[in-house]
């Protein structure tokens, strides 16, 4: 039976099923483990305050700790006594009002402070995710329940702030994009499943299968991953047996989860039915699967290559818009609803003849985001650089066009956008 009691109660030879709260605030890459006096004393030490046993795989807990059912919190027991609960997370965001508090007791936070957090993650997470793909390249069966912990964290994430995350992801080397790609698409699906409203089981399912989406490119060769010219037919070849190769990978690890499995498989079909592996159309491919095909492709072609350079964000949304008959037209306008028709980072022309980037969302009004103007067309130079807020009621300026970096020869517009 699963039991939540407080870090103090921890003791060697309980088996730790999970540790409630933030990932970030525990040293420890695995949600299960058998407790020593080393590991005791480590999340004792840490921010931790409640943790998850499991009494069938180690020994339980003193008599007088409190009982909660399987897979349930300490709120709930505060509930049932008539104390005071800790708010829990809703099943979806709304798109004006977002939660309080997330699914890890996560609470709102500002593009620029969730910014901080959303690269010490990514960085650390880069570990766990580059790990399971070299245990994938060796042969050896892949643990992925090492991954949950970070799955929760990215979802906690996205629900803090919903633009955070993804616009840093975006931010790849070369050397990174494998990995950061997957957490970027993780991010994505999740952000994506909270505008569909979907239950929390299945925003942590969506974020979990876009993590490990891409496992079979473990077994792809790398020269032809980062190939910087045209594949041959082989090479091309190789690159479309990722999709099972990774279902295959992630059923001998022992995966079962459907979602997981499904969009390992099917996230590169397309609705008019050219996809593959299985060309599968319309309603024959599962939502999550739509899903991820979605995420997946936006990220790709958002990030830089070896072979390119990512398109602006915006213009990658315009651009997937007139692909007929490859996206979920439903899910993809939910997709950008939960982006912005301007997502973070993309550089404006205001009515105003200014240029600025886009640094902030406005839910109740997507098409007026908030911009950090740096440039004026008319006398052609820097201006000093001011934020500018389209949806407040005295902005009489707006958004004319898009126009690309490239154009005005900026290379580094993050260091505009990034705190």
């Known amino acids: 039976m699963l039991r939540t009691i407080r870090t103090d109660q921890l003791r060697p030879g309980m088996y730790v099923q999970r540790l409630c709260g933030s990932w970030l605030d525990h040293p420890f890459w695995r949600g299960s483990f058998l407790a020593d006096s080393a590991s005791v004393a480590r999340v004792q030490a ?52 977002p939660p309080a508090t997330g699914s890890g007791g996560s609470t709102v936070s500002s593009f620029d402070a969730e910014v901080k957090q959303a690269r010490q993650l990514l960085e650390s997470g880069r570990a766990i995710v580059e790990a399971m793909f070299n245990e994938a390249r060796l042969g050896r069966s892949v643990d992925t329940e090492a991954a949950t912990p970070l799955v929760t964290a990215l979802c906690d994430s996205v629900l803090r702030n919903p633009h955070a995350l993804v616009s840093v992801a975006r931010l790849k080397t070369a050397d990174d994009y494998t990995y950061l790609h997957s957490m970027a698409v993780a991010g994505l699906m ?31 060769p790398p020269d032809v991953l980062n190939k910087p010219g045209s594949l041959t037919e082989d090479e091309y070849s190789a690159i479309r047996r990722h999709p099972e190769e990774g279902h295959r990978l992630l059923i001998e690890s022992g995966v079962d989860d459907a979602a997981t499995l499904d969009i390992a498989l099917h996230h590169h079909e397309k609705m008019d039915g050219t996809g593959y ?45 007139s692909w007929t008959g490859h996206f979920d037209p439903v899910i993809f306008q939910a997709f950008v609803k939960s982006l912005g028709i301007y997502p973070v980072g993309t550089l404006v022309r205001l ?65 505009l956008w990034m705190p």
């Open 351 to 415: 009515q105003s003849q200014q240029l600025g980037v886009v640094i902030e969302q406005s839910p109740a009004a997507l098409l007026k985001p908030k911009v950090r103007v740096f440039h004026c067309l008319r006398r052609q130079s820097r201006v000093l650089m001011y934020d500018l807020d389209l949806a407040a009621g005295d902005c009489s300026d707006r958004v004319l066009q898009l126009e690309a970096p490239g154009d005005w020869g900026i290379r580094d517009l993050e260091k």
């Open 190 to 220: 999740t952000a994506l499943a909270r505008q569909l409203r979907l239950s929390e089981d299945e925003v942590h399912a969506a974020a979990r299968g876009g993590l490990l989406h891409d496992m079979g490119k473990a077994v792809t």
């Open 277 to 321: 592996p299985h060309r599968l159309s319309g309603e024959q491919i599962s939502r999550m699967a739509r899903m991820a095909a979605v995420c997946d492709v936006y990220d790709a072609i958002t990030s830089n290559r070896p072979y390119k350079r990512g398109w602006c964000p915006a213009e990658s949304l315009k651009r997937m818009a």
């Open 46 to 97: 840490s921010g931790v305050q409640t943790l998850v046993i499991d009494n069938a795989l180690g020994i339980d807990a003193e008599p007088d700790a409190p009982r909660y059912a399987a897979g349930g919190d300490a709120s709930a027991n505060d509930a049932a006594q008539g104390a005071p609960s800790t708010p829990t997370a809703p099943t979806a965001l709304e798109d004006a009002t």
